[in-house]
C-alpha cells in the first residue's frame, strides 16, 4: 500500500493518523507541495485529478479524498475498528463528521491559512477574514462542547473516525487565536488534550517527509 501526500497537509494527517491506529505498514510517497508536485501531470493523471493530497494506492485500486480513504482503511486494515457495528452509532458517527467537514473545518481553516499558512508565504494575516470566520467557529465549537460534556469522545468512550476527522485542524488551529475560542469550551479542550496524546497522532503529526 503506498501514501501519497505530504507530511504537513492536514487531509495527509488523517490518513496517517487512522494507519497508525490500525498499526498498518505502508510506503509514504512524498507529494513536495512548494514545488507543485500535486500539480503535475502524471501526478493529476495517476493519483489525484484535483491536484490534492492525500491519495492512495493499494495494489490495482486508487482511491482519493481523505475522509473516503479513512473509512477504506478502516475496512480493510486489522486491527481496532475505528467505525461502530451498531447502525445508529455508525450513523452519529457520520454526522459529527459532516459537521466537521461543513461546520467545523471551513472556520477553523480561515485560522489556521491566515496565521499560519499566509506567514509562511510572506503574507500578513486577513483579519477581517478572521472576525467573519469567529462566530461560525464559535458556533460550532458550543455544539461540540455540549456533545463532548456527555463523554471522552464525540460517540462516548470509543474512539472513533469521527474524531480522527478534527484532530489535524485542531492540532493546527491551538498555534493560532483560535486557541483561546476553543479553550473557553472546557470540554472541548479536554477532549483535544486526550486524542492529542495518542501515540498515533504524534506518529502522524510528527511524520517526516521522505
Not at 472556520?107 to 508565504?121: G, V
Not at 460550532?140 to 480522527?164: E, N, R, S, W, Y
Request: hydrophobic content about 40%; charged content about 25%; some cysteine.
Amino acid at each position: 500500500m503506498k501514501i501519497y501526500g505530504n507530511p504537513m497537509s492536514t487531509c495527509t494527517r488523517k490518513v496517517l493518523t487512522t494507519l497508525a491506529e490500525k498499526q498498518a505498514k505502508f510506503e509514504f510517497v512524498n507529494v513536495d507541495l512548494g514545488t507543485g508536485g500535486h500539480k503535475k501531470p502524471e501526478y493529476l493523471a495517476e493519483h489525484q485529478p484535483f491536484g490534492q493530497v492525500p491519495a492512495l494506492e493499494d495494489g490495482d485500486f486508487k482511491l482519493y479524498e481523505s475522509r473516503a480513504m479513512i473509512r477504506y482503511l478502516d475496512e480493510v486494515l486489522p486491527g481496532q475498528a475505528l467505525t461502530p457495528k451498531d447502525a445508529k452509532a455508525r450513523a452519529l458517527m457520520e454526522q459529527w463528521i459532516s459537521v466537521e467537514t461543513s461546520n467545523f473545518t471551513p472556520h477553523a481553516m480561515t485560522y489556521i491559512y491566515q496565521y499560519f499558512f499566509a506567514p509562511m508565504r510572506g503574507q500578513q494575516p486577513d483579519l477581517a477574514k478572521v472576525e467573519e470566520a469567529k462566530p461560525k467557529l464559535e458556533k460550532c465549537l458550543d455544539v461540540l462542547q455540549k456533545q463532548l460534556a456527555k463523554g471522552p469522545h464525540l460517540l462516548g468512550d470509543p474512539f472513533t473516525l469521527a474524531d480522527i476527522c478534527y484532530m489535524p485542524y485542531l492540532g493546527y488551529a491551538m498555534g493560532t487565536p483560535a486557541k483561546a475560542v476553543i479553550e473557553a469550551r472546557p470540554a472541548v479542550a479536554t477532549w483535544w488534550k486526550r486524542i492529542s496524546e495518542r501515540a498515533s497522532w504524534k506518529t502522524a503529526s510528527a511524520a517526516p517527509a521522505k
